[in-house]
T-cell receptor, first 117, second 111 residues
Framework: GAVVSQHPSWVICKSGTSVKIECRSL??????MFWYRQFPKQSLMLMAT?????????EQGVEKDKFLINHASLTLSTLTVTSAHPEDSSFYIC?????????????FGPGTRLLVL | DAKTTQPTSMDCAEGRAANLPCNHS???????VYWYRQIHSQGPQYIIH???NNETNEMASLIITEDRKSSTLILPHATLRDTAVYYC????????????FGQGTTLQVKP
């Protein structure tokens, strides 16, 4: 199957700082990527759709000025958590779609665990 | 958007088949049924998907009822490594690729 990577796998930062998370599709190109957030014992929540060459589309309730998304190339999307606070501590996961036969399959990265102190 | 209903949790004995049900009674004609699983602290892993016909791959089988209102994921010989949360998802829209996750079924495979 297709491979999606994320970097870093975990990060600890101080409150008020910004953190950048990278998502890469390693063996395929993706004009669209997706960012999810997952709190402990909860399901994944879609945050935004990252679009190569244009602005990201945010889900309702997600602050676009706080979670900056840049889709720099066909294999890279970045999520920057600006002025991070402890409530932003979470597991951030990206995905990229690949068209295969019937329909389209999303491949997920391994996730980035963020802890804000 | 079609929603899915899954049991909260299930147990399965190691080596036996695990049958995970999913109801999606409001599914529309062009929506696919996808199954993913998430092992603790990892990103979700794609398992299988289908539209109308039953599907099988190296990981699992997907049985979709004729009216498409429900489906069953079958892991033929469950192992301890299959312990995970299994998500049944009906894809939102035809081309957007967005996946909306429900709460899923926590499958516990026991020795």
């Amino acid at each position: 199957g297709a491979v999606v990577s994320q970097h870093p796998s975990w990060v600890i930062c101080k409150s008020g700082t910004s953190v950048k998370i990278e998502c890469r599709s390693l063996d395929f190109q993706a004009t669209t990527m997706f960012w999810y957030r997952q709190f402990p014992k909860q399901s994944l929540m879609l945050m935004a759709t990252s679009n190569e060459g244009s602005k990201a589309t945010y889900e309702q309730g997600v602050e676009k000025d706080k979670f900056l998304i840049n889709h720099a190339s066909l294999t890279l999307s970045t999520l920057t958590v600006t002025s991070a606070h402890p409530e932003d501590s979470s597991f951030y996961i990206c995905s990229a779609p690949l068209r295969q036969g019937q329909g389209e399959t999303q491949y997920f990265g391994p996730g980035t665990r963020l802890l804000v102190l | 958007d079609a929603k899915t209903t899954q049991p909260t949790s299930m147990d399965c004995a190691e080596g036996r088949a695990a049958n995970l049900p999913c109801n999606h009674s409001t599914i529309s004609g062009n929506e696919y049924v996808y199954w993913y699983r998430q092992i603790h602290s990892q990103g979700p892993q794609y398992i299988i998907h289908g539209l109308k016909n039953n599907e099988t791959n190296e990981m699992a089988s997907l049985i979709i009822t004729e009216d498409r209102k429900s489906s069953t994921l079958i892991l033929p010989h469950a192992t301890l490594r299959d312990t995970a949360v299994y998500y049944c998802i009906v894809r939102v829209g035809r081309n957007t690729g967005k996946l909306i996750f429900g709460q899923g079924t926590t499958l516990q495979v026991k020795p």
